[in-house]
């Protein structure tokens, strides 16, 4: 296909790494090599480096270039081993052969002609304007058919507010003949406004968390932003006049508003228009915020200042003249006016007032600083509309020119505080051999336990048979996905559970663990000799799983002490809380015990940090038997060394420990002590001794 295919990867096994032509080398933001792939290890070796006879060779690169672990690697006897910088590396290849060859290439002009006229476009985004808002219509309706439930119970909440409203100010209670009546037909109509302003306030954080999306699509060029905008604002028109309609309907006639169908209609077009406002007033606010924190903080400001000056709590004829100018600028203004216009120049407000000169319905409005001149209602109307129009104008050019606030630095401790990964060429240790951070002088635990083995016997497990392989004419009712699987977990041993995608590693871990609650288990499963009770053994036992859900506005001690006192006994003394703290240790986080956990790939603990948070959030609750769910899977050889070592310290403290493990490279793969190995349809191919050299 002629095709040019760049791509990153993490932890490459040694036939994915072999498929490649040519490699780009990154480290500490210098480029230290671009070449063919073939040629980098000759690169190495120019300057006194050499892999391993069972080492990876991506592996071997992620390393050679790290302080911790560039001394093994050294292979030149006449001379004594200096670490290299990455920048001494980087210019090095610069001034080698391989790096004056891509120079003498990228020097030579690229011949134009060779090109074929269609392989470069020409316009700026790949559809038309027409197709690319069509697309964007169609994946903003497939978003709201798929968040039908939010939208449905907003307009169940509108109807419920109207109907407690409605018995609030019914029509038998309150009669249009004096202006004590007219004062709670103007509550009712004010209450009305500021509740179809609130309905609005949700856009606030539907918006924040769009925003994420809707960046990653516009710095890749999808789409303009103004017809995200425009799709937008467009699609909620059909929502704010069910919502009008709904709250009209309920509360119009039972409140008993001037029965005039004109007015009724104009009455839902206030409503409508006021939602619409509100949907605006709070995307832009979003939008220009994009901080969840920050929105509600400024949402919450706007709602009061729009609320005092919106011409019922403090009439407008009462407000400090310095703030007249703001009274002017708040929508809720012209909303209560429109509404109180339409309500109070009807024709049962006339009647001449038998307390005050004038009508009842003038005076209503006079006492609450409103106007009684009919064209306020048009006017009023026509400045909401302005301003929705506006605020989804501020929208449209937020979404153009303002980038994603900046997050916090992932939190990426010193190299030199932390032990080597892997140790050097004239001492080679395995990881499992590797000394564990202040525990190799204190192997006994501050909290006793009582180290457990579990053995299991034909376990089988199945689960309904799927309606799609119904349809496709199999017989039988349930589908099989362990079929006599046996072994045994034994204390102070890490197994390592591998098979194939779909073998039923993550599967067996669950029926195991007991995590498992559909379904069908067969067979025996017995911890220490004593079948297994489920409310029992979910106290002796954790569970690492995949994904690493932390909180994370919290610190990493922080994270501890919470699942301690929420896992732990009542009872403890604070020298028994002392645990925790050699958690920390064990897992070599107490040099980070201060950092903020943050957001995963954005701010806080990095990838690999956040993985050791989360098997130390198991460890504290001092389990006999520990699962872990993948533990490595999208780390890099260095950072996945690291994951290991701490589990290792962990099985050295006599645990058990059982992992499933995808793709692992030889380090990893030799640092279990015993292998459990499936094929697909949940069977067992070995089970056992992993042996010297994977010698098995």
């Not at 050294?74 to 290849?93: G, N």
């Not at 029965?259 to 409503?271: A, I, N, Q, T, Y």
């Not at 605006?280 to 220009?288: D, H, P, Q, V």
């Not at 493990?661 to 015993?674: L, R």
Request: aromatic fraction near 12%; charged fraction near 20%.
């Amino acid at each position: 296909m002629e095709a040019t295919v760049l791509m990153g990867l993490l932890q490459p096994a040694p036939e994915t790494f072999d498929l490649f032509d040519d490699l780009i080398l990154l480290s500490e933001g210098y480029m230290v090599y671009q070449g063919p792939r073939e040629d980098v290890l000759e690169f190495f070796e120019s300057l006194g480096f050499k892999i391993p006879s069972r080492k990876g060779v991506a592996d071997f690169l992620q390393e050679v270039t790290s302080k911790k672990d560039q001394a093994q690697y050294w292979a030149d006897p006449s001379k004594p081993y200096v670490f290299i910088p990455v920048s001494e590396i980087a210019i090095a290849f610069k001034n080698s052969r391989f790096g004056k060859s891509m120079e003498t290439t990228l020097s030579v002009p690229y011949d134009k002609s060779r090109s074929h006229p269609s392989s470069l476009s020409k316009t700026k985004y790949a559809a038309s304007r027409w197709e690319l808002l069509n697309s964007c219509f169609a994946r903003e309706i497939l978003l709201i058919t798929r968040h039908g439930f939010l939208y449905v119970f907003r307009t169940l909440q509108v109807a419920f507010v109207a109907f407690i409203t409605g018995t609030i100010f019914l029509r038998t209670r309150i009669h249009p003949r004096d202006e004590i009546n007219g004062n709670l037909y103007i509550s009712a109509l004010f209450f009305g406004v500021v509740h179809m302003m609130f309905n609005g306030f949700t856009e606030l954080s539907l918006m924040i968390y769009r925003l994420p999306v809707f960046y990653k699509h516009r710095d890749n060029l999808f789409h303009p932003p103004w017809i995200w905008s425009v799709v937008s604002f467009i699609l909620r028109v059909p929502y704010s006049v069910v919502e009008a309609i709904v709250w009209s309907c309920v509360v119009y006639y039972t409140i008993g508003f001037a029965p005039s169908p004109g007015r009724f209609f104009r009455f839902m077009f206030v409503k409508f228009v006021v939602h619409q406002m509100a949907i605006g007033l709070f995307r832009m606010l979003a939008a220009i915020a994009r901080d969840i924190v920050i929105a509600n903080t400024f949402g919450s400001a706007a709602i009061l200042i729009v609320l005092l000056l919106g011409g019922f709590l403090v009439p407008k004829d009462e407000i400090k003249p310095w703030w007249t100018w703001a009274s002017w600028l708040s929508p809720l203004q012209y909303a209560q006016r429109a509404v109180s216009v339409n309500e109070f120049t009807a024709t049962r407000w006339k009647k001449i007032s038998i307390t005050r000169n004038g009508t009842v319905g003038d005076n209503v409005l006079h006492a609450h600083g409103l106007p009684t001149d009919e064209y306020w209602y048009w006017l009023g109307v026509g400045v909401l509309v302005f301003y929705a129009v506006l605020f989804n104008v501020v929208v449209t050019l937020a979404l153009i020119y303002l980038n994603p606030l900046n997050k916090a630095p992932t939190v990426v401790p010193d190299e030199t505080e932390q032990g080597s990964v892997t140790s050097n060429v004239g001492n080679e240790k395995s990881i499992s051999e590797a000394p564990s951070a202040e525990s190799s002088s204190k192997k006994g635990m501050i909290l006793p336990f009582q180290p457990l083995a579990m053995t299991f016997q034909n376990v089988n497990y199945f689960v309904d048979m799927p309606k799609e392989m119904k349809e496709q004419g199999i017989p039988e009712t349930r589908l099989q996905l362990l079929s006599n699987v046996s072994g045994v977990f034994s204390p102070g041993v890490l197994t390592a559970l591998v098979g194939s995608s779909g073998a039923g590693k993550t599967t067996l871990l669950d029926v195991l663990s007991g995590r498992k609650t559909g379904g069908y288990i067969e067979g025996d499963i017995k911890i220490s000799g004593f079948p297994k009770e489920q409310k029992t053994f979910a106290r002796i036992s954790g569970y690492v799983e995949q994904n690493d859900i932390h909180s994370p506005q919290v610190t990493v001690e922080e994270s501890l002490w919470f699942s301690s006192s929420l896992r732990l006994p009542k009872e403890m003394s604070k020298a028994q809380r002392s645990f925790v703290e050699e958690v920390m240790r064990l897992v070599e986080l107490d040099r980070l015990r201060n950092a903020i956990v943050g957001l995963p790939g954005s701010s806080g603990l990095s990838t690999e940090q956040r993985k050791r948070l989360t098997i130390a959030v198991e460890l504290v609750a001092n389990p006999s038997i520990i699962f872990m769910d993948e533990p490595t899977s999208g780390l890099d050889a260095r950072a996945a060394a690291i994951v290991m070592r701490t589990i290792r310290n962990t099985v050295d403290t006599g645990r058990t420990v059982v992992c499933t493990i995808h793709q692992p490279s030889i380090d990893i793969f030799e640092a279990f002590d015993e292998l459990l190995l499936l094929k697909r349809g949940g069977r067992i191919i070995y089970g056992g001794k992993l042996g010297v050299n994977s010698q098995f």
